[in-house]
């Protein structure tokens, strides 16, 4: 299995059920093919750098997750079909960024 990070933009007129629900598909998708969730951020409402659709803000979320590298590809289908989503970024993650994650969640945790 290979661990990703996927960031995705939501449209800054959803709610926050509507967000949560949009999360809460793309984790159901991702358990679904055998993959685990490893970390889940909110990062909130953000300020774009420039305007994507007509739009000047947007939710931000991260997801860091392990899963077959198969499984990519139906993933980006699923998020480019999904209206809610602006944009999104999957990253598959080398040695170097699994363990910059790990000091970076044990900081978080420690933080909460």
């Given at each position: 299995?290979n661990?990703?990070?996927?960031v995705?933009?939501?449209?800054?007129v959803?709610?926050e059920?509507?967000v949560?629900?949009?999360?809460e598909k793309?984790k159901?998708?991702?358990?679904a093919?055998?993959?685990s969730?490893l970390?889940?951020?909110n990062?909130?409402?953000?300020?774009?750098?420039?305007?994507?659709?007509?739009?000047?803000s947007g939710?931000?979320?991260?997801l860091?997750?392990?899963?077959?590298g198969?499984?990519?590809a139906?993933?980006?289908?699923?998020?480019?079909?999904?209206e809610?989503?602006?944009r999104?970024?999957?990253?598959?993650?080398d040695k170097?960024?699994?363990?910059?994650a790990?000091?970076?969640?044990?900081k978080?945790?420690?933080?909460?």
């Open positions: 299995m661990q990703y990070e996927s995705f933009i939501m449209h800054p959803l709610s059920d509507q949560r629900e949009t999360v793309f159901g998708f991702i358990e093919k055998g993959g969730i970390q889940e951020e990062w909130g409402l953000k300020k774009l750098a420039y305007p994507i659709q007509s739009k000047r939710f931000y979320h991260l860091e997750f392990q899963v077959p198969e499984v990519i139906p993933l980006e289908v699923e998020m480019k079909r999904d809610r989503i602006m999104f970024m999957n990253v598959a993650m170097h960024h699994v363990d910059y790990k000091v970076r969640r044990s978080l945790q420690t933080s909460k």
